[in-house]
């Protein structure tokens, strides 16, 4: 992607990126993580193993990963502003699809739609909102943070809407829930069809550079590993609280947790994120992202749940931004497009293949503790590799 000689002036950026958030939070905030907060009621009204229930996940995953790897190519040919309205509304019309049916090739269909629109908004907002963010370089970091902010602010509503919903209407009542969300989702992509998306940022059709994934295959294994513990977290741990006696003010109290954290990940990170030392920032996050999810295991009681809720939530934000570091510390410009694309690659296939794994392994053992061991398991893991990571010599400041 190259930007072009000078920076476009806007007139109100921080509004503008507020906006353009709008989309991660419709596409991840809701799209891909308010699953945890209706699969128990949909698992056990509609008969679904564990297994199952963690395809639902899975099949998003793939959907993303996909929506990810096309994202330029879409941009190119639709512009900013339909990539970003389009997959949003994409988004939508999928969530309300979740509402309208219980069979599970529909269902699975629709969270495959859900995962490439997100890809779409998550992608093209996201890097539209580093160019805005540019135009103030004294203020960018601050500016970029807004948008991430975005999958906070859809864990924090959904979580205020769907365990109520679930409590009020009784079982059997994640239709109903899934239809909350989707006028909530109505709602919120409205601005973005009332503000001017426009940008002379242009993704080049050539190569940018070299890149060799052996210097950096451990810290990809790394990154591979975070995916597939972090989703696992995700996917049940809401069941985990719902079958500890957690009611509906437990489980909103918790998920509202999880997303609080991302407005405080920016300030709790800044001094991580500067370390120019190989992989040590994400090790360090990583481990973090470990406790918080390993914290379960000491009990149930609310207290537990509430600091490892808030301790996953605040390392779980801050690792996508300590990989895009760690480009930044080790490779020219012209080599980040395909250094960020073969990150996004190795989370997403990791993040594709942990929940029907995890819910592979909680059918066959029984409880979903289990579960939650190996979601921590594979996040230390993931901290270990990318422990092991070094700079990448010659690389680093575009030599």
């Not at 790897?69 to 699809?97: F, M, N, P």
Request: aromatic share 12%; charged share 5%; hydrophobic share 55%.
């Amino acid at each position: 992607m190259h930007a072009p000689d000078r920076a476009p002036s806007y007139a109100h950026p921080a509004r503008l990126i507020l906006i353009l958030s709008l989309a991660a939070t419709v596409g991840l905030g809701i799209g891909r993580f308010a699953y945890a907060l209706v699969l128990p009621d949909m698992r056990e009204t509609l008969g679904w193993s564990y297994s199952a229930a963690g395809f639902m996940n899975t099949i998003n995953a793939v959907g993303y990963l996909v929506g990810a790897l096309l994202a330029s190519r879409l941009i190119q040919r639709v512009g900013w502003a339909a990539a970003i309205r389009g997959g949003t509304v994409a988004c939508v019309v999928a969530l309300a699809t979740c509402a309208l049916t219980g069979n599970f090739v529909a269902l699975s269909l629709a969270r495959l739609v859900l995962g490439l629109g997100a890809a779409a908004g998550f992608v093209a907002g996201g890097a539209l909102a580093a160019t805005i963010a540019q135009s103030r370089p004294e203020r960018a970091n601050f500016l970029l943070s807004l948008f991430y902010a975005g999958p906070g602010i859809g864990i924090l509503s959904s979580g205020l809407i769907a365990p109520f919903t679930l409590q009020y209407f009784g079982s059997g009542s994640w239709w109903i829930v899934w239809w909350a969300l989707t006028l909530l989702s109505v709602a919120m992509t409205i601005p973005l069809f009332l503000i001017r998306i426009e940008s002379s940022v242009r993704f080049s059709e050539g190569g940018h550079g070299s890149f060799a994934i052996l210097p950096v295959l451990i810290y990809l294994a790394g990154y591979f590993l975070f995916g597939a513990g972090y989703i696992a977290y995700m996917t049940f741990m809401i069941a985990y609280v719902r079958d500890g006696g957690g009611g509906a003010m437990a489980q909103a109290a918790f998920w509202g947790l999880i997303g609080l954290s991302a407005f405080v990940t920016p300030w709790a990170w800044r001094g991580v994120l500067a370390l120019d030392r190989g992989g040590l920032a994400t090790a360090i996050i990583l481990g973090t992202n470990a406790a918080g999810a390993a914290l379960p295991m000491l009990g149930h009681s609310p207290a537990w749940l509430a600091i490892s809720a808030v301790v996953f939530g605040v390392a779980f934000f801050a690792v996508v931004g300590s990989t895009t570091a760690f480009v930044r510390f080790n490779y020219p410009p012209q080599v980040w497009p395909t250094a960020i694309a073969a990150m996004t690659i190795s989370f997403g296939v990791g993040q594709t293949l942990g929940p029907i794994v995890v819910g592979a392994i909680t059918d066959a053992l029984g409880s979903l503790s289990y579960a939650l061991n190996v979601s921590a398991a594979l996040l230390a893991l993931g901290a270990v590799a990318a422990l092991c990571q070094r700079k990448v010599a010659g690389r680093a400041n575009g030599e």
